[in-house]
């Protein structure tokens, strides 16, 4: 026990004889020892930031004892108060060993005797935050509560608000380290939990503080406030409700909508300008014919098949500004099988297209399909009006040679008709006798599209948004002999010849001067009039033309299908000939296919000259009642008529540009053929032309 004395008033206190663990003075150190600390680390069992300790519980001072009373680091019982100073209390009722502490501004001897645990001067001092001792409402030292500053990490802490920029463990009533998800700002960060340079921390919303822009989520750091901004259409970034960067999405960020020349993202058509989203390419605003999420036709077109190593596809629907008619966009491919079928399939179950064109032209008087329709009313009525079991249904349409000109035109698959129809029909071919389609729609729809109308293409460049790309349009593109330049490349470097020797009666041969014909005696790549085997000529590609079935194959794919009854492995989807390639580029891209693959009918509708291709031989079912009936010579083996059909006049003829897979040249020379405008063939296709903005 201390030694007490009474000199003159003034209490001296044998400093040597002070128990530890109660301070007498601001400078007293209330004690750390190690089972505090344990006891810190699991949390107190008792004491002033939990439940009082009983007599024998362990304190640092008097507010951890029920009893109020601390005494060498113990809880103590207490006699009953008197209302006298007896014993050994320092005032009334209150210090000594047997009394509770005293509290503020009350007698003492040491800091035992007082609840603030400071005794200066034998009087019991108010606590501070600076006296060293943990007094108070502090629930660490000198720390936590209303009066102190706020707790570092290991100190003690009723709630968050006790420490300094670290969270509470309520538990065991400890400050946390701090953390990057501990709701706090701290560390090195900018903002609550976010920002800073530490990479795998939270980029901060808005509204949260930042020093830079990399401080924030997607939005920009204001340089003046410090905050990172709200999202707006023009900070160069995608944040808010945009689908890409400052475009899409709706309210509150309210961008413009998105384009496809920037191969802007969506995640619905109304993000896009074009009112289109595809998720086959992969949700990027398009065209409506690739709006799906198919990816054959789609998102196959370039370098390469499908599956092959080192294959470079792109989307089928994408268009380039022209050289120098730059309000005008002609689309980079042909027109795929795979997108064709978007426009079939938005028609809808009755197949009327004709009911389609009507509306459209209604709607669109001054467009390419109305002047059409204006110029020559007959073919308003050559459209399909039903899908199957009809006169020119839309079955007829898509697989047969409905007016056969004298002659099989490769639409119509059976044995013998040299088709290369690429259109898969999802109606059974066997409404008209046909084969089921020996490949799978797969490799059809990544196909350029031949076989079709060009009164159906036309109606499809209109529902694509655009029009049958005009003769003009492809002069602006082609300026030279070849669309790369003067010089011819040589086949195997485009798809041209890519029939089998005397398919149709065409002769491959690897450049024009290399042979004088069968019927002059000369050896047409090898011995014999009909050997075509490795030709002598130097000009001719390394291994001649033994392609993946045989001589004279340039091209086919998938290879091993019988071709008796399906030649259309020998038509590549587009881009696969990367040669045949403009050397005139917009953005940099050439246009592919222009001169090779399948000869391209144009936007070029005149009156046909020719009387008898000015007429339509509907052959697709029996003649309609109270129409001129027709037929055509089909020389097939054996030799038939087919007919009678329904006989329409009237019909226009059509502009025509390229070569063919099969040999056929048409380059660039004539705006017009002299085919009509209702022609079907599996060596002609298209491509279309649109405006230039917005797209």
Not at 106 to 127: E, F, L, M, N, R
Not at 567 to 583: K, V
Request: negative net charge; hydrophobic residues 30%.
């Amino acid at each position: 026990m201390p030694f007490r004395s009474q000199l003159g008033g003034i209490v001296f206190v044998a400093l040597g004889a002070l128990v530890v663990g109660c301070p007498t003075t601001s400078e007293s150190d209330p004690g750390t020892d190690d089972a505090g600390a344990d006891a810190l680390e699991l949390g107190p069992p008792c004491g002033r930031l939990t439940t009082p300790c009983k007599a024998g519980g362990m304190c640092e001072g008097a507010p951890d004892c029920a009893s109020g009373l601390c005494r060498d680091g113990k809880c103590n019982d207490i006699v009953p108060a008197d209302g006298a100073k007896n014993n050994d209390e320092t005032d009334v009722d209150c210090g000594g060993t047997k009394a509770p502490a005293c509290p503020d501004n009350k007698g003492c001897i040491i800091g035992a005797d007082c609840t603030s645990s400071v005794c200066k001067i034998g009087v019991c001092q108010v606590p501070s935050p600076t006296d060293g001792v943990r007094n108070g409402d502090e629930t660490g030292l000198d720390c936590g509560g209303t009066k102190a500053p706020k707790c570092p990490v290991g100190q003690g802490c009723l709630a968050t608000s006790d420490c300094d920029a670290v969270k509470c463990d309520t538990v065991n009533k400890k400050c946390l380290p701090p953390a990057h998800d501990d709701g706090i700002k701290n560390l090195d960060e900018t903002g609550i939990d976010c920002g800073g340079p530490t990479a795998d921390v939270t980029r901060c919303p808005t509204g949260e503080a930042c020093v830079m822009t990399s401080d924030c989520a997607a939005v920009i750091c204001n340089a003046t406030t410090k905050v990172c901004d709200p999202p707006t259409p023009t900070d160069g970034l995608k944040n808010g409700t945009e689908s890409d960067i400052d475009c899409g999405g709706g309210a509150p960020t309210n961008a413009p909508r998105c384009l496809i020349s920037k191969n802007e993202g969506c995640k619905v058509g109304t993000d896009c300008a074009s009112g289109f989203c595809s998720l086959g390419l992969g949700g990027k605003c398009s065209l409506p014919s690739c709006a799906t999420a198919e990816t054959a036709g789609i998102n196959s077109c370039g370098a390469s098949e499908t599956g092959q190593a080192g294959a470079v596809h792109e989307n089928c629907c994408k268009s380039l500004v022209l050289p120098t008619r730059t309000t005008r966009r002609l689309d980079k491919y042909e027109i795929t099988a795979g997108r064709y079928r978007s426009f079939i399939t938005s028609i809808g179950p009755t197949a009327n297209v004709r009911k389609w064109v009507q509306t459209y032209i209604a709607a669109n008087p001054t467009s390419q399909l109305a002047t059409m329709i204006a110029s020559y009313p007959v073919l308003a009525n050559l459209y399909p009006a039903a899908a199957r079991f009809d006169n020119l249904s839309l079955t007829a349409h898509l697989s047969l040679d409905i007016d056969n000109y004298g002659g099989v035109r490769g639409c119509a698959n059976y044995n013998g008709s040299y088709s290369a129809n690429t259109y898969w029909l999802d109606y059974d071919p066997l409404d008209f006798g046909l084969p089921k389609r020996p490949l799978a729609r797969s490799f059809s729809d990544e196909k350029s599209l031949n076989c079709q109308m060009p009164i159906m293409l036309a109606a499809f460049c209109a529902w694509d948004g655009a029009e049958m790309a005009k003769y003009d349009d492809y002069l602006d593109v082609w300026t030279q002999a070849y669309p790369w330049g003067a010089t011819d490349l040589k086949r195997p470097n485009y798809n041209w010849c890519g029939g089998t020797y005397l398919n149709g009666g065409f002769k491959c041969q690897c450049d024009n001067t290399n042979h004088t014909g069968d019927a002059a005696g000369a050896p047409l790549f090898g011995p014999g009039p009909n050997n075509i085997g490795p030709s002598p000529n130097a000009n001719c590609p390394a291994g001649g033309f033994n392609g993946l079935s045989g001589a004279g194959v340039f091209y086919e794919f998938p290879a091993g299908t019988d071709r008796a009854k399906d030649n259309e492995p020998l038509i590549a989807a587009p881009g696969r000939f990367q040669a045949d390639a403009s050397a005139l580029k917009s953005g940099g891209e050439s246009w592919f296919d222009l001169f090779a693959n399948l000869a391209e009918y144009t936007g070029d509708f005149a009156t046909n000259t020719d009387a008898t291709l000015s007429t339509f031989c509907d052959l697709s079912a029996g003649p309609v009642a109270g129409q001129p009936t027709c037929t055509r010579k089909d020389p097939g083996p054996p030799v038939s008529t087919k007919g009678p059909g329904t006989l329409y006049n009237g019909i226009p003829q059509i502009g025509m540009i390229g070569s063919t897979w099969e040999g056929h040249q048409y380059g660039k020379t004539n705006k017009l053929s002299t085919l009509p405008a209702t022609f079907q063939y599996g060596k002609f296709g298209a491509r279309c032309v649109r405006p230039a903005a917005p797209y």
